[in-house]
């Protein structure tokens, strides 16, 4: 609903933007948003009609569950027709699964719903809170030609906007801790915002659609030099959706024949295993390596360039979307569906 001034729905969970310390424990503990809008009177100066949805129980992004994602996109779907953006402000440890699991709920999105929050809470005199609210919202609200510019799930984070299912954190202790290694930025925020119009999405002008149902019965097995086959016995023997094998460089593991015994039987049961490499940037390349190739027998299917985050988000939506359908679902993970991973 575009109009002349932009109205911006915030949707606050908690996370450190909106933590203070307890002078007696000296930890983080969340707040209510009317705590944290006091700090930051710059608010009343930005050219936009805002609004706050917080959560009943604030929380820090480690007590993230599924049901948390529902109520975000609950939130947004209440809204949609009534607002032109929306900026959650979200603990920085799980951002990158929330930003990614929204993405994939919501099919045929059109504005912009951006994720921030901060390193340092709203309190401390040297917060990364400040700027990252304030320039999140100037993104959500942003317009050319009466169109949103960022028609996206993003993550906006230290001067940088990405797409949020191809963000990673990796950093705990820098103001810049998120990277997109495989996707440019979506813009960087200097005296002025510059947009790489070039990366950005373009609307689907088509009904928006949220979706609810998401299957969590999904596992990481991480290749590591020795495993045991006992342990690759249990994770691939259990009654699983999915799981995703964390391979090495192009999507590589050991040549071990019981391994791809194992792999096989649990294929032959419709588990799903998606290969992604654990290398932050590169893309899985079935076949390149005599590895793959073996993996690729035994139905192993490649999750190209995707993040970890964005492969476990994405088999919970499909998952819950076409439970049952194995070949459907083993189609889709190969497709780009929301920008995700590179064809």
């Not at 310390?21 to 700090?39: A, N, Y």
């Not at 996206?152 to 940088?160: L, N, S």
């Not at 940037?281 to 590895?291: A, L, P």
Request: proline share 5%; net charge negative.
């Amino acid at each position: 609903m575009l109009q002349d001034k932009p109205h911006i729905l915030i949707l606050y969970t908690g996370g450190t933007i909106g933590s203070f310390e307890d002078p007696e424990s000296r930890s983080l503990m969340p707040v209510e948003f009317s705590q944290l809008h006091k700090f930051i009177p710059e608010l009343q100066l930005i050219d936009a009609t805002i609004e706050v949805v917080a959560m009943a129980q604030p929380k820090d992004s480690s007590d993230m569950q599924l049901d948390d994602w529902r109520w975000i996109v609950n939130q947004i779907e209440k809204y949609y027709k009534k607002v032109d953006g929306f900026v959650v402000l979200h603990g920085t440890d799980t951002m990158t699964y929330t930003a990614s699991a929204v993405s994939f709920m919501i099919e045929h999105n059109q504005k912009p719903i951006v994720f921030t929050g901060s390193q340092l809470p709203i309190g401390k005199i040297r917060t990364d809170g400040k700027e990252n609210l304030i320039t999140a919202i100037e993104i959500a609200a942003a317009r050319w030609d009466n169109k949103p510019i960022v028609p996206e799930v993003a993550i906006y984070f230290e001067h940088t906007l990405y797409r949020g299912n191809r963000t990673n954190k990796f950093s705990a202790e820098h103001f810049n801790a998120y990277q997109s290694p495989n996707y440019p930025a979506l813009a960087q925020a200097g005296v002025t915002i510059d947009y790489n119009f070039s990366a950005i999405h373009s609307a689907d002008r088509k009904d928006t659609t949220f979706f609810y149902e998401l299957q969590n019965d999904i596992a990481v097995f991480p290749m590591f030099p020795g495993f045991s086959k006992k342990l690759a016995q249990h994770i691939f023997s259990m009654p699983l959706f999915a799981i995703v094998l964390h391979t090495y460089g192009f999507g590589n593991a050991p040549i071990l024949p019981w391994f791809f015994d194992i792999l096989s039987e649990a294929n032959s049961r419709d588990v799903i295993i998606l290969n992604i490499t654990q290398c932050q940037q590169g893309s899985v390349q079935m076949g390149k390596y005599i590895t793959s190739v073996e993996l690729q027998k035994v139905g192993v299917i490649s999750g190209a360039d995707m993040t970890l985050e964005a492969a476990i988000t994405k088999l919970m939506h499909l998952g819950g979307r076409y439970h049952g359908q194995t070949s459907r679902i083993k189609e889709l993970l190969q497709q780009s569906l929301r920008g995700e991973l590179t064809r």
